[in-house]
């Protein structure tokens, strides 16, 4: 009988690899070479000149143009994507498949009326000035995130950490860390170790798929001995975008010596990825997920980003998390707004949308799997989109409140009374909200 609901199950989409062999310069890329972590890392396209060589006819010319000014003039992250990720593409229509539209996206697809919201900033987040030590934002009374190092195996062009992320491109000198790595590491242990209020470490980047795996084993294993910390989650993006690394036996070995001491300790160890389309839920991505579960990780949880053009349907976001779910056993977790940086008001959500996609999604998949879409709101944290405190639609002004002190709130009197603001972009509104908006310039 045919579906009467809004969202039909069983998902209508096939879980298989797609062929690489379909892509030109893949063609001769035997199965062991494509398998093959080194070969991914080797093969991975820096710049357009690589792009072109990889995908020759398949990719338009017009499309490469609109990239190549892209990267002169609004790019906030330099190109880096896998050959992996590029298996992903739908060449049939290259400028609306979601893939390329945050990994490698054109000039014509970003606003010219308004390419940047006039509150946005490069750490919107203001992560920097939460560091207790470079690289360690304790923003929340538990948690903390530690950036071990501000590279990936792969750049997004929504990246909420490009201030810090990436390479230098034409348009953002990245910031930098000045204290060696190994010490720098060892400074965010010792604050660890000596802060007994902080029980949970989130270790990201960046993306830990890039840090050599001894280091990463020494990292974790020292958090592990600490008594205070009881949860670690490795953030890595790479899981979906190389999923190679995580197959390798010298990595997976020191995983599972990871999981074993966390399970003695009573520590929930567990990996926390970025997938933001169903298109990039392949059997390789869910071989890689499964072995970490296998070598006894505690859970692979995802937590996406809305992204308009993207994921910004409920289909779109129930397709996603169901092949997460039923193929990957990656729990759907959070979808996040797109953050409030530079040049990102086309992949920008407005509450209101965000409020009408969470309702549209309940219900379908078992609560513990339905994703929460959040706002992080800078100077808060995450709030459930719900949760707005006061929303004024005319300007797209949101307010929100919080119930903690943030790192650098310790004598801020007025920090649990007064109201923090998120911005919808300025085409969603109204022509009054509009023009509000310009004289405040
Ligand atoms: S993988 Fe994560 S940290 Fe790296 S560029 Fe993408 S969003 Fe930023």
């Known amino acids: 009988m045919p579906s009467t609901q809004p969202f039909k199950y069983p998902v209508e989409r096939q879980f298989v690899e797609p062929d690489w062999k379909r892509i030109p ?3 001769e890329v035997s199965a062991a070479d494509w398998e093959s972590a080194l070969w991914q890392r080797k093969h991975t396209v820096k710049n357009l000149k690589e792009l072109k060589a990889a995908l020759g006819a398949l990719l338009p010319e017009t499309l490469a143009l609109a990239m190549e000014r892209d990267l002169k003039e609004r790019a906030t992250m330099s190109m880096l994507i896998t050959p992996h990720m590029l298996n992903t593409l739908d060449f049939s229509d290259l400028w609306a498949d979601p893939l390329r539209r945050y990994m490698l996206p054109a000039f014509d697809d970003r606003r010219t009326d308004y390419p940047s919201h006039p509150k946005a900033t490069r750490d919107s987040l203001h992560e920097a000035e939460m560091w207790k030590v470079e690289g360690l934002t304790h923003r929340y009374p538990t948690k903390v995130l530690a950036e071990l190092l501000s590279t990936c195996p792969q750049y997004c062009g929504h990246c909420t950490r490009m201030d810090l992320v990436g390479n230098d491109v034409p348009q953002v000198d990245k910031l930098k860390f000045h204290m060696p790595q190994p010490e720098r590491h060892q400074a965010i242990l010792e604050y660890l170790r000596k802060t007994p209020s902080i029980r949970d470490v989130v270790v990201s980047g960046g993306d830990i798929a890039n840090v050599p795996i001894g280091q990463l084993e020494a990292f974790v ?3 592990l001995d600490i008594p205070n910390i009881r949860d670690i989650r490795l953030a890595s993006k790479g899981l979906m975008g190389i999923p190679q690394h995580f197959l390798q036996a ?5 995983l599972e010596r990871l999981a074993k001491k966390a399970f003695e300790r009573n520590v929930d ?9 169903a298109n990039q839920v392949t059997p390789l991505l ?10 006894g990780f505690r859970d692979v949880r995802n937590q996406g980003v809305l992204l308009r053009g993207v994921n910004d349907s409920a289909k779109a976001l129930l397709e996603l998390s169901f092949m ?3 193929h990957a056993k990656i729990l759907p977790y959070y979808f996040y707004m797109c953050d409030m940086i530079p040049n990102a008001e086309h992949w920008r959500l407005g509450v209101f949308e965000a409020q009408q996609l969470q309702h549209d999604i309940m219900g379908y998949l078992p609560g513990f799997a339905t994703p929460r879409i959040v706002c992080d709101v800078p100077f808060v944290g995450k709030r459930w989109v719900h949760q707005v405190a006061q929303y004024d639609r005319e300007k797209g002004i949101s307010r929100w409140t919080k119930n903690y002190r943030t790192g650098i709130e310790a004598d801020d009197e007025q920090a649990l009374s007064r109201t923090y603001e998120y911005y919808d972009p300025l085409y969603l509104l109204p022509e009054s909200g509009r023009q509000w908006w310009a004289q405040q310039k």
């Open 25 to 27: 310069g893949y063609r």
């Open 221 to 223: 294993s020292a958090l």
């Open 250 to 254: 010298n990595v997976l070995q020191a």
């Open 269 to 277: 160890l567990a990996l926390h990825t970025h997938v933001n389309n």
């Open 286 to 295: 869910g071989k890689a997920a499964k072995k970490l579960l296998e070598v």
């Open 324 to 326: 997460l779910l039923d």
